[in-house]
């Protein structure tokens, strides 16, 4: 049994902290809202982020942005000065690569930032995919616990490195769902029909997670979001964020990403004309 401090009980956060006390550890619990730590029975609650890491051997953060978890880390009363010294924080947040690095090289204590893919269905199911950069000693004594909530946890380098592939990876799932979406409207255009297009193209090199998973379309594949008129799933404001960040980095490294830009253009505008809580696949309104 370990002893864990939770801070950020929302969508995400409350699912994973349950499947850490449904797998008997010592959890305590905190976030601005008290519905949200109400919301998870077993655990104890506290009073400030700091209470929650007193007595924490890890403590992880599942805030929605940078700034944050820059709080509640380091702020006044913050986290990393509460935990003991061997604690070891663990950050599931998506944030910028720049300030997960700059957490780590900051908080005095071990570090890493661990985003995870899957969604609010795969941290109910425990199967997210954790990716994390940082130390390979703090990585190994977190993974039986990354077991509990997930199903894949992938140490990709140093500090910076988990956000770095969540950035990259959202990147190229925006990017395929897009021409995805612009396939089946250009076979819409030509008379050729949903399903002919996706038995084709699944059997061959336009095959992708975009298609054979979540394909845009209603039909081929009966468990996408496309079959329930769009309701995510994984919201368009959520990848637009995403996207954002990825764009962010690139710029930080002087890149230019001509798709990737303009995929985060793409996003921005159907998240202005309505569609950021709607499932990101729903783009293919926009483009028909
Ligand atoms: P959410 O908005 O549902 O939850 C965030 C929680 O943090 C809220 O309960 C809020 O009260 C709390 N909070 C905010 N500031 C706080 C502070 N300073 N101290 C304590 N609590 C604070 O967000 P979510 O959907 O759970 O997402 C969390 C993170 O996970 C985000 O970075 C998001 O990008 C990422 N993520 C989300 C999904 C998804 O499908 N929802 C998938 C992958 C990754």
Not at 104 to 133: I, K, Q
Not at 223 to 229: F, K, Y
């Amino acid at each position: 049994m370990a002893r864990i401090g939770f801070i950020g009980l929302g969508n995400m956060g409350a699912p994973m902290a349950r499947n850490l006390v449904k797998a008997g550890h010592a959890v305590t619990v905190f976030d601005l809202s008290p519905a949200a730590i109400a919301a998870i029975p077993g655990a104890t609650p506290a009073e400030s982020a700091a209470a929650a890491a007193l007595q924490a051997e890890f403590v992880f953060t599942m805030l929605p942005a940078g700034p944050q978890v820059r709080d509640a880390l380091l702020g006044s009363g913050g986290v990393a000065a509460a935990a003991p010294e061997d604690a070891v924080l663990v950050d599931c947040s998506t944030i910028d690569v720049a300030t997960a690095r700059a957490l780590a090289a900051e908080c005095g204590r071990a570090f890493l930032d661990a985003p995870v893919s899957g969604g609010v269905m795969g941290a109910e199911a425990g199967t997210l995919t954790f990716m994390v950069g940082g130390d390979a000693a703090a990585f190994a004594a977190v993974e039986p616990l990354l077991g509990v909530m997930g199903r894949t946890a992938i140490l990709c380098g140093a500090a910076g490195a988990g956000q770095a592939a969540k950035a990259c990876n959202n990147m190229m799932l925006a990017a395929t769902m897009i021409v995805t979406a612009e396939a089946f409207v250009l076979a819409e255009k030509l008379g050729l029909s949903h399903q002919a297009l996706f038995d084709v193209a699944s059997k061959s090199s336009g095959q992708s997670w975009s298609l054979t998973t979540y394909c845009p379309v209603p039909g081929p594949v009966p468990g996408s979001p496309a079959n329930r008129d769009y309701a995510p799933g994984f919201a368009a404001s959520l990848m637009l964020k995403d996207l954002g960040l990825a764009v962010g980095a690139a710029q930080a490294e002087g890149l230019e990403l001509a798709v990737g830009e303009k995929a985060l253009e793409i996003y921005r505008r159907f998240v202005e004309e309505g569609g950021g809580g709607v499932d990101f696949s729903g783009v293919v309104r926009m483009v028909r």
